[in-house]
């Protein structure tokens, strides 16, 4: 998606070889005009797929999910973090290992908002190692709901999510791929 690139080489900045800092559009600043865009471009990629609930993860997905939800017409269910894993019989929980924060923590979605008879699509703002996806498979997979797709802002693609993913069958779309990054520069698939 040229325009999502464009915006990232403007305003994205690289931390590092491995991380990049949004802020300025998706992660604390909102840009809704390019959110509309985003939420437009997965409505069209997964037009064939009867997608009922969108799926993501707080806090930073929620954003970006609220405007998939949009163009689909259905609910978006955002999984919440837990204090600790909730064995309650009303929530799906699951345990999530962060890549930014370099810790695990647990989240969990009311029993109330996903079923079995859902068609989910996932959605997050990264794809780094596929750790939040793999948590909200887990959380999809317990509802008994099915798998639809999982779409992703901007995917890492020197990092082993993607294939992982995509290793075990899942339909992965990604707005944009970065293959390197270094010295402050990024570098697009
Ligand atoms: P994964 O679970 O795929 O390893 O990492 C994805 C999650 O970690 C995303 O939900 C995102 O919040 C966070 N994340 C991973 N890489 C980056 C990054 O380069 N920049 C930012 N801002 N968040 C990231």
New binding site residues.
Partial sequence: MDLLKKRILEDGRA?GN??????EF??HQVDPVLMNEIGKEFKKLFSDRDITKILT?EA??IAIGAFVALHFGVPLVFAKKAKSLNIDDDVYSTS?????KRTDYDVKVSRKYLSAEDNILIV????????????LVDIVSQAGASLEGIGIV?E?GF?E?GKLLRDKGFRVESLAVINHMGNGEIEFN
């Fill in positions: 931390i491995n991380i990049i800092k949004v802020d998706l992660n993860i930073s997905g999530v290992y962060s890549f930014t997050d703002d990264f794809l780094a190692n596929g750790r939040a996806a793999l948590g901007i890492k990092q999510g």
